[in-house]
């Protein structure tokens, strides 16, 4: 990814979880897409377990394609023992999750301080 192309996600680290949230409010473009999961690819899954919340905090709305890259994220933490959350959905993002049944792959909490205490 090009340095200087703005970030789709901002990372922190607090204690050995690993926090990504998001600068877009709408992540439903292809390129937002494209450089989420470049970003996604970029995250530390050694030492196991890692772990990783995604904070979708201020997101209004996401793509069938952006959930298949947070799948994909889940995938890839199962296969090195990771585990992954997810918090702060605004209700319409959090009935789509639990409609399509994404709730039974990854646990979905209220917000960042609630799942941080349950990994």
Request: overall charge neutral; some cysteine; charged content about 25%.
């Amino acid at each position: 990814m090009n340095p200087e192309a703005p970030r789709s996600t901002r990372q922190n680290q607090v204690g050995d979880v690993t926090v990504v949230s998001f600068n877009n409010h709408y992540l439903q473009s292809e390129d937002d897409i494209d450089k989420v999961a470049v970003e996604f690819a970029g995250l530390p899954l050694l030492p196991p377990p890692a772990k990783v919340l995604l904070s979708f905090q201020g997101v209004r709305f996401v793509s069938s394609s952006m959930l298949a890259q947070v799948v994909k994220l889940h995938n890839q933490l199962v296969k090195v023992k990771g585990r992954l959350r997810v918090c702060s959905l605004a209700p319409s993002i959090r009935e789509v999750i639990h409609a399509s049944h994404l709730d039974r792959l990854f646990e979905v909490f209220d917000d960042e301080e609630a799942a941080l205490k349950k990994f």
